[in-house]
Every structure is written in C-alpha cells, then in structure tokens.
C-alpha cells in the first residue's frame, strides 16, 4: 500500500522532550492528528504542558506528533507568519525560509526531515503556549465546521509531493511580497490551509490552497515581469 506517511523528525537532542509527559502521548497526538480535528490537536498540545514556569521547546512539540509532524508544523509555521510577530523586521522571510526548508522535504517525501538544531531549541514558557492554545480554540472550532476527512487520497503519497511545491512557491513568493505592507499574508494563509488540509486529511481544502498560491504567483509574475 502506498500510503503516505508524515515524515518523523529527526532525533532530537538530549534534554529535548523533557517537561513532555512521556505516557501515551504520542499515541495521543496521533490519534489527535488521525481525528481530523483541530480541536483534537490543541487538547493534545494543552494535555502535555507542565507548570507555567516550565518551558516548551519546537522540539518537544514536534517529538510528541513523530510520523504526523508535517501537518501542524505546516500550521504552526503559517499561524505565526501571520501573527503580530512579523512586525519584528526579518521574522516574516524567517518563517519562510523555515516552511521553504520543510516544502522541499515534502516533495522529495523525506521519512525524517532536518530541522536545525537552534530552531529545535527555540523555547517558550509554558504559561504563554497555555495561553496562545486558549486564543486559538474559537478560530479551531469555526474550522472544525470546516473541515473534515475527505478526498484523503490527495493528502497521500505522489499528490502530498504537489502540497509541498506549493508550500515553497508561497514561501519564494513571500520574499518579494515581504516588501509591502501586508501581502505577505496571502502566502502566510496559503500555508495555513495546507497544514490544515494535512492535517485534517481535507483533500478539498488542499486543492483550494494550491489554486490559491498558483493564482498568487500568476500575479507577482506579471507584476515583476
């Protein structure tokens, strides 16, 4: 069976994972992932956090979904680069540099994608990811009336390899578009709906998302041209 199966990521280093209750999580996440919900996720991903003065690292976020990581780093990449984070100068090609580097792992269906080191570091308290999946549960359950398992073979192995080029066309299309005050997010909710769609196994919304950066290209190409 040809079955695409979300890549693992890589061995993480030591001391990654630890505030990460250990028990059953990962079978947790993945059948948060499997469930289709974005609901699902975040219960998961409020489940493990520990006190508020801990911290939680990439890492540790990735380590607890293994073989469906692809879909909700996706998200969580897109979330971010459409967040008021982006204000900060450079955060914007940052995240686009980091969905860029996961899109070419997709198309070359990479089993463990490589993430650098520093970025697997990267560490928030826990209080404030307790916090960011609080203001996250409206937007979830809008979406989850959204969304639901359907046309799942296009979210598998050879059309998930057309995600992933898409995913690096909005991340290439980002740089020029980072110039201008708020075009960016176009490709940032591009990125969104794909990681979504992953996710959710939502072939449909994984189509609109490709028709949607092929349109976005189109226009920067003609502009540019």
């Not at 199966?5 to 994972?17: C, D, F, L, N, T």
């Not at 993430?115 to 307790?130: A, H, I, K, S, Y």
């Not at 960011?132 to 959204?146: N, Q």
């Not at 201008?180 to 979504?196: E, K, R």
Request: charged share 15%; aromatic share 8%; proline share 7%.
């Amino acid at each position: 069976m040809n079955s695409y199966r979300e890549p693992v990521v890589g061995a993480a280093a030591p001391g990654y994972g630890r505030g990460v209750k250990q028990v059953g999580e990962g079978n947790l996440a993945r059948r948060a992932v499997r469930s289709g919900s974005l609901t699902d996720v975040l219960n998961t991903l409020e489940q493990q956090l520990g006190d508020n003065d801990a911290r939680h690292s990439v890492g540790d976020t990735l380590k607890l979904f293994g073989t469906r990581a692809y879909g909700p780093l996706l998200l969580l990449t897109g979330l971010l680069s459409i967040s008021p984070l982006t204000i900060v100068p450079g955060l914007t090609w940052g995240f686009a540099v980091l969905a860029l580097a996961v899109a070419l792992q997709m198309v070359f269906f990479r089993e463990a994608p490589w993430l650098p080191r520093g970025v697997l570091g990267v560490e928030v308290p826990e209080g404030g990811m307790r916090g960011f999946i609080k203001s996250l549960r409206p937007f979830a359950r809008f979406v989850d009336r959204l969304v639901r398992p359907r046309l799942t073979v296009l979210t598998r192995r050879p059309w998930v390899a057309l995600a992933g080029l898409a995913v690096a066309v909005a991340a290439l299309v980002t740089f020029p578009l980072g110039l201008i005050p708020f075009a960016p997010l176009i490709p940032g909710v591009t990125i969104c709906l794909i990681g979504l769609a992953l996710t959710a196994r939502d072939g449909l919304v994984l189509s609109v998302a490709v028709l949607i950066i092929g349109a976005a290209t189109w226009v920067v190409t003609e502009q540019l041209l």
